[in-house]
Each structure stands twice: as C-alpha cells, then as structure tokens.
C-alpha cells in the first residue's frame, strides 16, 4: 500500500449500516462465523472498530485506538441502533479526508501507516459484514471496490509466512473459480458455506 491510496468508505458503511437496521432482537443471540461471539457481541465489535478506525483516520489518538479488541468480549448497549449507524457515518467522512491515508497512527493498539489502516478498516467492514448477513439471514453484496481491497490484503497476508497463513484464522480453501466474496471469506479463515443452523 501507498499514502496515495484512497477509497470512499461510505458505500460499504452504509451497507453495514443497513444489515444492522434489519437486525431483529430475537436474532441478537443467534451463532455467528466469529468463535464465541453471538451476534449482539458482532455488533458490539462493529462498534467498536468503527470507533477505533474513525479516530485511526482522524489521527485521534487515545482510548479507542490503543485497546485491544480482543480483551474483553464486545457487547452492545440499548442505544445501539442510532449509535452504530452514526459512527460508521463518522468513520466513512473521516476517510474522506486525504490526510487520513498519510503519516502514521493506531488502531487495537498496532502501528499502523494510514494507508495501511484504512484498508485494514476496509477489510473489516466487508468480512464483518459478511459475518452480520449471513447470521441473520440476509442477503449481501459489497461495495465492489471495498471487496477488491480486501481481496487483495488477505491474499498478501495469506502469502506472508510471517502472518501465519491468516488474519482471522487459518485460510479456508475455495475453488479458485469460486465469487471473490466466497475467496476473501475463505481468505478471512471463514467457510462461505456456513450457516447459523449448522452450529
């Protein structure tokens, strides 16, 4: 990745945005892709890092940049419908600002150049949303250029011996000629063919 290297994160927020809107309560219990997380605590994470990768682009430094995500389980409050939306507005027009993708910052804690945060922030979006729709049941396509980017990043880091063959987990293996959706998904350490009725 360059500090040249910009894309508008709103189309894929705002799909987050919209799977998250179509959450109903009885599902926020229900299995999610993630290892012991339901998908209240998937929703708490997408929070979470929404927070920790608007700051990230703001250069913002602090609480929400440097915790890391894996220290406590994620969980959601009452006012989680009008927050989570807000936030991954405020993450989208924070990486609207060609300052953010230069320079250096943090997120969880990691070092991270903005070029490189930002795509980590993309990447978390489209797998998570992945995540989101398919424990709830609904349909998903998206942003091509987010899902491009996240392609790209998990392949790297699949081919990184240094990463240990994955981001999230070990690499699924999918048919080359398979969706790239279904490639960056088993790219992730995810199964595309799972479903919350076979756990």
Request: overall charge negative; proline content about 10%.
């Amino acid at each position: 990745m360059t500090g040249t290297t910009t894309l508008d994160l709103g189309p894929q927020t705002r799909i987050v945005a919209h799977l998250a809107d179509r959450v109903t309560d009885d599902q926020l219990s229900a299995p999610t892709p993630c290892p012991g997380m339901a998908v209240r605590n998937l929703l708490g994470h997408l929070l979470g890092l929404a927070a920790a990768f608007r700051d990230a682009g703001r250069k913002d430094l602090g609480p929400t940049t440097d915790t890391d995500p894996a220290a406590v389980l994620p969980d959601i409050g009452p006012g989680w419908r009008e927050e989570l939306p807000k936030v991954l507005a405020e993450l989208a027009e924070a990486w609207r600002d060609p300052a953010a993708w230069t320079g250096e910052t943090r997120a969880g804690g990691v070092p991270l150049t903005g070029a490189e945060a930002g795509v980590v922030a993309v990447d978390e979006l489209v797998i998570h949303g992945w995540d989101l729709a398919r424990s709830t049941d609904q349909s998903y396509e998206p942003d091509p250029l987010a899902l491009q980017l996240s392609y790209g990043m998990l392949l790297a880091a699949a081919d990184d011996p240094s990463r240990g063959g994955g981001i999230f987990g070990p690499v699924v293996p999918v048919p080359d000629d398979a969706p790239l959706l279904d490639r960056a998904v088993g790219l992730s350490g995810r199964d595309p063919q799972w479903r919350p009725s076979a756990v």
